[in-house]
């Protein structure tokens, strides 16, 4: 069938890619929290939506790849990749997401202040 190495080792270079998109969402997902100030139902609401989300593209993506065949390396490779996100590029992300969203807050708070805003709400 379809187990020599180089089948093997391009699924598993593809779930070590799903795991870091999977790193990187996890930092939106932050984001958004530490927009929504840390409510605990926004908390609750974002952490269901990313486990049930990523569980479904992890085993879509192992149906379509690799078969269906469920391999505990895959888990492993998917783990790795999330955490080695996460201690890698995730502090250097989530530091510029922030760094944007109060250069936006700033720039909006500046327009909502200014002679055009008023001008066009009136």
Known sequence: MFNDFYFEYRVFLIILLLGLVAGFLLSLFKFILHICKG???AKNILDFLYVSLFTLLFFVVINYVNFGV????L???YSLACYAYI???GKPVAKGLIFIYTKC????TKFKNSRMFKAITK
């Not at 469920?70 to 390396?73: A, E, G, I, S, Y």
């Not at 807050?105 to 909006?108: D, G, K, P, T």
């Open 70 to 73: 469920f391999r505990l390396h």
């Open 75 to 77: 888990i492993a490779g």
């Open 39 to 41: 409510n605990i139902v």
């Open 105 to 108: 807050r700033l720039l909006a």
């Open 87 to 89: 201690k890698t590029l």
